[in-house]
C-alpha cells in the first residue's frame, strides 16, 4: 500500500493534486496529513521528504515527491487507470496544461489561497489575476472543445490528471466567486460532484484553521 504524506486537505493544493490522482488510479494508500505553518512543519516534512516539500508518495522503499512526478509514477504503475488522455494528441495537451498550471499564475495563488471550506465571498483581483483566470478559462474551454475524447464533462471526456492538476482551482473560482463562463461553471460543477470531491471536502473540515488564510479577503 502507498503512503501519502501531504499538508492539510484546506490549505496544500499541491497535496490535493496528489491526493486526488490516487483517487482516480483507485489506488490503496493511507495518509500521513502534516498541518502547516507549526512550529514542527518543517522538522515533520523533513523526516519524509528530501525537498523539505509535500506532498511525497511512499511505495515500498521508493519515495516519489512533487504532484506531478506522483502523477507520472501512478502512470507508470496504474497504465490501465489512464491518468492522462490515451491518444497522443491530448496526451501531449494535457501535460502541457498541468505543467502550465503547476509553474503558473503566481498572481491567483497569492490572491486566492487554497481554502476549501471557505464560505464563498467575492474578493477584488489585481489586472494580473484577471489575466490568470482568463488563460484559465480558455485552456479549459479549448481542452473540451478538442480531441475525440469527449465521453465525459471533464477536460479530456473523462476525469484524468490534468483534472486532478486542476481542482484546486476549481475551488478557488468557487470560494472566492471569481465571475466565470456558463462553460466553466458547468465545468466546475462537474468537479465539485465527484464522490472524491466531497470525501475530499469532509476531510477539510475537520482540519485546524490557519488564521492568515481564514482571514476576510472581501472586496
Given amino acids: 500500500m502507498y503512503v501519502l504524506v501531504m499538508g492539510s486537505k484546506n490549505y496544500s493544493s499541491w ?5 486526488l490522482a490516487l483517487k482516480m488510479a483507485g489506488a490503496e494508500f493511507s495518509e500521513i496529513v502534516i498541518q502547516l505553518d507549526r512550529p514542527d512543519t518543517a522538522d515533520l516534512i523533513a523526516a519524509h521528504s528530501p525537498s523539505g516539500l509535500v506532498p511525497l508518495l511512499k511505495d515500498g522503499k521508493i519515495a516519489v515527491w512533487d504532484s506531478l512526478a506522483i502523477i507520472e509514477y501512478l502512470n507508470e504503475r496504474h497504465p490501465q487507470a489512464g491518468p492522462w488522455p ?18 503558473g499564475f503566481q498572481a491567483l495563488r497569492r490572491e486566492c489561497p487554497m481554502n476549501l471550506r471557505r464560505a464563498p465571498a467575492v474578493v477584488s483581483l489585481s489586472d494580473e489575476a484577471r489575466a490568470n483566470v482568463a488563460r484559465i478559462e480558455q485552456i479549459w474551454t479549448d481542452c473540451r472543445a478538442a480531441g475525440q475524447e469527449r465521453s465525459g464533462p471533464f477536460l479530456f471526456g473523462r476525469f484524468c490528471a490534468a483534472d486532478a492538476v486542476f481542482a484546486p482551482v476549481v475551488s478557488r ?23 472524491a470531491w466531497e470525501e475530499l471536502a469532509q476531510g477539510a473540515r475537520t482540519e485546524p484553521a490557519i488564521a492568515k488564510y481564514d482571514a476576510p479577503t472581501v472586496g
Fill in 15 to 19: 497535496s490535493v493534486r496528489a491526493w
Fill in 86 to 103: 490515451a491518444d497522443a494528441a491530448s496526451r501531449a495537451r494535457a501535460r502541457s496544461i498541468s505543467a502550465e498550471m503547476h509553474s
Fill in 173 to 195: 473560482f468557487h470560494v472566492y466567486k471569481v465571475p466565470v463562463s456558463a462553460d466553466s461553471r458547468a465545468y466546475m460543477d462537474a468537479v465539485m460532484a465527484l464522490p
